[in-house]
């Protein structure tokens, strides 16, 4: 019995290569047409009239990472808002005269390390700070530390901050 199941499995490949190669040849015998069925515009896009066109909103990668796609903890869309910007408005700096004094007490300098900072308080706040050049005290830049004072600037009007009185330099340490 399996003699005539292995032969009829035979034949019926035998005659499956047959038609398989007999469906080939027929396909090489007909003839393909490769020529162009119009002439074709160089520009596809010059066919698409602006009606056809669908309106492109301009995406930010940064927005698409904010926002990642398969996060659980994904945030919705928020529409940004416009920024407006208004017109600057000509501000006058003010005069060395209306500027004054600075308002704040030096208590103390230091220079570690090559980074000098002032020992500063505002009126009679009992907690004093450390400042370093370049930041900012009440308005006024600090510009440079010295061991008998700081320099601080405001509106192109510097100050000279003295750690100690004149009557007192004869004490100060040197």
């Known amino acids: 019995m399996s003699n005539i199941r292995t032969r009829l499995w035979l034949q019926f490949g035998c005659v499956g290569a047959a038609l398989f190669a007999a469906a080939n040849f027929w396909l ?10 119009e002439e074709v515009d160089r ?5 698409v009239t602006s009606a056809d066109v669908p309106t492109l909103t301009r995406f930010e990668l940064t927005e ?7 996060s659980p903890t994904r945030r919705e869309f928020e ?9 600057p408005q ?19 300098t230091r220079n ?6 002032a020992l500063i308080s505002f009126g009679d706040q009992s907690q004093a700070e450390w400042y370093e050049v370049g930041q900012s005290i009440d308005g006024w830049q600090l510009v440079s530390v010295r061991p008998d004072g700081v ?6 009007v510097s100050h000279d901050v003295q750690l100690y009185q ?9």
Do not use: C
């Not at 520009?43 to 066919?47: I, V, W």
């Not at 698409?64 to 796609?69: F, S």
């Not at 320099?151 to 192109?156: G, L, N, Q, T, W």
């Open 90 to 108: 000509l501000i006058t700096p003010p005069s060395s005269t209306e500027i004054g004094t600075p308002s704040f007490s030096l208590h103390g």
């Open 43 to 47: 520009n596809p896009a010059s066919k």
């Open 28 to 37: 090489s015998l007909v003839p393909v047409d490769i020529s162009p069925l």
């Open 64 to 70: 698409a990472v904010a926002r990642p796609l398969f």
């Open 79 to 87: 529409p940004q808002t416009p920024v407006v910007e208004e017109q």
């Open 151 to 156: 320099s601080v600037i405001k509106a192109d």
């Open 112 to 117: 570690i390390q090559s980074r000098p900072a």
């Open 166 to 174: 004149p009557s007192d330099m004869q004490n100060a340490p040197r």
